[in-house]
């Protein structure tokens, strides 16, 4: 009798869940453009969102690789629900870590209960990729700061019940927590959206919204920096992850759909080139799959290396899922394009993942630069066993 790995039995429980709780409605989200309360309810019941936040304070404290793992099978049955999985815990995780002792006993238990829906503003309408060219201002004044500004592509910023959000203060961008019903805080739904059309995207404006100091979240000028990097290295790898699942899921209804679906006096399956294209979605799952994997991993060992390691896994994910989809797409034909088949939704969550959380542009950037330093690295070391050699 061969006894499952822990890693493995997660996932099973997760597969369980997402298949009971979450793939059902997927289409209806993403036609309705909006999620069902109860969904939310299910994860917080579930305990997954407070999966990464540490038990003392509520939470599951599970390893990275089991996070991801929970982050995949979300993606595989909505990429809409992988979204909100994602920016809840960018914020829990930023509390954690660069919280006050007080924000720490205040927030981590609230939000790993999913009392409170936590939502990422960053983006702004002249500030995407350059995360630091913000223009949302956070004056101080006496014992609180008041926030002006605009915030936009919010994720779930219709439901959320706090915001991470980050302003220039005088001493540099700035993150503050901001409760949705602090006056001056008000929200604007977004849609038509391409893709993650449940995901309840909101503009958030700041109009004289007063804040007190014990919300801001690490040293004023650390924001983007220290605050915002750190939760988005943990926002590329669950969108990693969650494009395993779109890959999955791609795969799992191209295998279905070419076996049952006949062409010229055999299933589409038969023919060359439709295998050429399963092919090409079989490796590119499994690929995705070891790359998330090892970024995981990566991060529980607390190598260095991890966040290169997830800066791959998300370039490589994504621009696998958008290919993956388009090609199940092409392999359905004309159902493909119809709303009767999933094909559309894949499409438009894995063009998605291809902008949030760093650009295909942006990772191609880093993944380079990480190139060129490891090459030095190497090269340097070479040097110095030379010179101890006497060479």
Known sequence: MTTRSPHEA???????????????????????????????????????????????????????????????????????????????????????????????ATWLPRLARGEQIGAFALSEPEAGSDAAAIVTTARPDGDDYVLDGHKVWITYGELADVFLVFARAPEGPTAFLVERDRPGLRTEPIFGMFGIRGSMTAKVYLDGCRVPRANLVARPGLGVSHVAGAALDLGRYTVAWGCVGILDACLAATLDYTSAR??????????QLVRRLVSDMVTGAHAARLLCTEAGRLKDAGDPGALAATSIAKYFASTAAARAAGDAMQLHGANGCSAGYPLQRYLGDAKIAEVIEGSTQIQQIVIAEYGYQNRAGERGASATASVEKGT
């Open 10 to 104: 997660a996932r099973q429980e997760f597969r369980a869940f997402v298949d009971a709780h979450v793939a059902p409605q997927a289409d209806e989200r993403h036609r309705t453009e909006t999620t069902r309360p109860e969904t939310v309810q299910a994860l917080a019941e579930r305990g997954y969102l407070g999966v990464n936040t540490p038990e003392r304070f509520g939470g599951g404290g599970r390893d990275m690789v089991t996070v991801g793992l929970l982050a995949g099978e979300l993606g595989r049955g909505c990429s809409s629900i992988r979204s909100l999985f994602t920016v809840h815990t960018m914020v829990a995780q930023a509390v954690a870590r660069w919280g006050t002792k007080e924000q720490k």
């Open 262 to 271: 006949r062409q010229f006096g055999q299933p589409l399956k038969e023919h």
